[in-house]
């Protein structure tokens, strides 16, 4: 029989191979992705990985069920720092939560990936199921209208196509359109790869 140390020991792999999959994957992808690259990423043997996750897919839904845990968790938080109460208030709190948690690139680019992979029916349902979570949670919290939902939806799909494809560096007019007064504002992207270049 299992003991408490056992299972929170496995508890604790489990969780690290998670993370290290949402790591792994937004690099790589679902087809470029190995379990051997994901236990090499956690220090963990693919033999170990294997046994928690019997496949590559289940493996990838986990990594992508923990990723809409955290896009909800930052949406909490820039919910309770909100100055604003009104729903709009709450929004743009939310909005501005979602903005700094994807300056780490690894969550965004694990959507887009999964995104890219729908024709596999459990990627496509864990999708749905969390932009569901995500949805669901945003009515509940904030009290906007359908429209609104809708705009802040659309909005950070905007966030996810300019951030992907680096729109903030580019100096040309249809950049600078469709960057203009975003969190992901031009001036802040330079002083972070300034702020990089410093500690490289």
Known sequence: MPTERTLSTAEHRRTIVVSSAIATFARHGFRGTRIADVAQHAGISPAYVSKLFSSKERL?????DLCY????EALERGARQAEDPSPTGLLLGMGGA???????????ML?????????????????RRG??????????????GATDIQYFMAFGQLCHLLTSVDAF????????????SLRHSKAAHRARLAA???TA
């Open 131 to 144: 932009i569901g979570r995500v949805t669901d949670y945003v009515i509940a919290r904030s009290g906007a």
């Open 196 to 198: 990089e270049q410093e």
């Open 169 to 180: 560096s580019v100096d040309e007019k249809w950049a600078d359109v469709l960057t203009d």
């Open 60 to 64: 990838f839904v986990a990594a992508l």
């Open 69 to 72: 845990t955290r896009i909800v």
């Open 98 to 108: 979602y903005a700094r948690l994807i300056e780490d690139r690894d969550l965004m």
């Open 111 to 127: 959507q887009v990936h999964a995104q890219a992979s729908t024709d596999r029916p459990a990627v496509a349902e864990a999708v």
